[in-house]
């Protein structure tokens, strides 16, 4: 199994970045994928996630319109569409995999940083 994150770096305040979030060696579409984040000296937290079927989504409290969760399952991948960033979304992004098929399963990728500054 591998969750693979790719798309961070350092970006602008008030720019945007679109995370990616490869996975493999399960069945990706039965998963419910998410992002969390991870600030340096502090707990990690739940960005968003969507579910099938439908594509359901849920976000954090924080992100107030700013992020889009989606996924291709063709691809296999999931995605984090984050706008408008400011320094306080300076964090390490983690992608989640949760199932119960065909045992109860959760994965988690290595993460991917993305940086906020000026």
């Known amino acids: 199994v591998q969750l693979v994150e790719s798309g961070g770096g350092l970006v602008q305040p008030g720019g945007s970045v679109r995370l990616s979030c490869t996975a493999s060696?399960?069945?990706?579409?039965?998963?419910?994928m998410s992002w969390y984040r991870q600030a340096p000296g502090k707990e990690r937290n739940f960005v968003a996630r969507?579910?099938?079927?439908?594509?359901?989504?849920n976000y954090g409290d924080f992100d107030k319109g700013r992020f889009t969760i989606s996924r291709d399952d063709a691809k296999n991948t999931l995605y984090l569409e984050m706008t408008n960033l400011k320094p306080e979304d300076t964090a390490v992004y983690y992608c989640?995999?949760?199932?119960?098929?065909?045992?109860?399963?959760?994965?988690w990728g290595q993460g991917t940083q993305v940086t906020v500054s000026s």
């Open positions: 060696g399960f069945t990706f579409s039965g998963a419910a």
């Open positions: 989640n995999a949760r199932g119960l098929y065909p045992s109860t399963y959760e994965y």
């Open positions: 969507i579910i099938n079927p439908g594509g359901v989504r």
